[in-house]
């Protein structure tokens, strides 16, 4: 790929029937229902869903009476998330842009980063500038919810290898380490009707520890970390790593 991977629609297109299965889809409802209560959110209340993808959470925020407002940079999943949300009689404000130039100052009282939507930028630098950006989005009081693989669930569940099928595909993912423990590279073979697509991309990864350290750098003040969407221990029996930030 020419182009950074996360800006090319090709590759989100190709492999979003890997990423955004049934399973993936239907579990929308759950997360955000259990993320509603963590972060105490009320009907009315407005959210900020960045990195919004196909929209799957927005429709659950939206469908739960929030104002929400979708952004990303994939032209083709905000189509679907439109869709979707029309479909579903649900009025919801998505938008076309980059997470990293997106601002509105004290306009949210909630803002989301779900399922591995951090780290991807070149320069590393502007993880920061992105936490600070949300920062201002919010109102005084407002949380910011990032949901990803932890460092720690990484080391405890790695595997380096594995196939599965899926419909009419099949995959294999490989899994690495690079840059002493900062960075995870994935390659996806792709087999589709007996075309095969291989794709390699990256993105660093991080410790609830060093999530700490950019939140607070970014003017966060309260930080509460949990290891599952049941509001259960981020510890050694931990499946997700979910940060809830206060401004």
């Avoid at 306009?107 to 936490?131: H, K, M, Q, R, W």
């Avoid at 970390?225 to 790593?241: E, V, W």
Wanted: glycine letters at 6%.
């Amino acid at each position: 790929m020419n182009k950074k991977w996360y800006y090319d629609d090709d590759f989100w297109v190709t492999y979003g029937p890997v990423m955004f299965d049934r399973e993936r889809i239907n579990s929308a409802a759950y997360e955000i229902d259990n993320l509603i209560m963590l972060s105490d959110l009320k009907p009315g209340d407005s959210v900020l869903d960045s990195c919004c993808g196909q929209g799957r959470h927005s429709i659950i925020f939206a469908d739960r009476g929030m104002k929400v407002t979708g952004v990303d940079v994939t032209a083709p999943y905000l189509k679907t998330a439109v869709e979707r949300s029309h479909e579903k009689g649900l009025k919801i404000e998505f938008v076309e842009e980059d997470i990293l130039n997106f601002l509105r100052k004290e306009s949210f009282d909630c803002a989301t980063n779900l399922y591995n939507s951090i780290g991807y930028f070149e320069d590393p630098e502007d993880d920061l500038v992105y936490f600070k950006n949300i920062f201002e989005s919010l109102k005084t009081g407002g949380k910011f919810i990032i949901e990803c693989t932890g460092k720690e669930i990484i080391a405890k569940d790695f595997r380096d290898c594995f196939w599965y099928e899926y419909d009419d595909f099949k995959i294999m993912v490989e899994y690495s380490i690079n840059l002493n423990w900062t960075e995870l590279e994935t390659r996806w073979i792709f087999l589709k009707e007996g075309v095969e697509k291989d794709a390699v991309f990256r993105h660093r990864i991080f410790s609830a520890l060093e999530l700490a350290g950019l939140l607070t750098e970014a003017g966060f003040e309260s930080i509460e970390f949990f290891g599952d969407y049941d509001g259960s221990l981020y510890d050694q029996n931990a499946k997700r790593l979910i940060a809830i930030a206060k401004k």
